[in-house]
Nanobody, 115 residues
């Protein structure tokens, strides 16, 4: 069982930055694939980025060049640095962990970008 807790969301103006943190409580993430998704009201959940144990990140097209995914296995944390934010980035951002066929989700953190 992996409990994930996100933090770092908030309100920011367009062009600003936020750094989201996902902390795994009570379990190592060393062998887990970690990722971030987002969802806006009325829209489907959207994949943002993911990273396997090899440490190489993959990004959705809209995230390339603006978002940076990193992980610290020792601290059991995953980070999503978001720069050059746009109003269309407004959404609830959730962290996910996949291990041995099981996926776990956090409660999410809200990001609101104003123009």
């Amino acid at each position: 069982q992996v409990q994930l807790v996100e933090s770092g969301g908030g309100a920011v103006q367009a062009g600003g930055s936020l750094r989201l943190t996902c902390a795994a409580i009570g379990s190592s993430i060393r062998l887990n694939h970690m990722g971030w998704f987002r969802q806006s009201p009325g829209k489907e959940r959207e994949w943002i980025a993911g990273m396997s144990t090899d440490g190489r990140p993959n990004y959705a097209d809209f995230a390339k060049g603006r978002f940076t995914l990193s992980r610290d296995n020792g601290r059991r944390m995953v980070f999503l640095q978001m720069d050059a934010l746009k109003p269309e980035d407004t959404a609830k951002y959730s962290c996910t962990s996949l291990y041995n066929g099981n996926d776990y989700w956090g409660q999410g953190t809200q990001v609101t970008v104003s123009s």
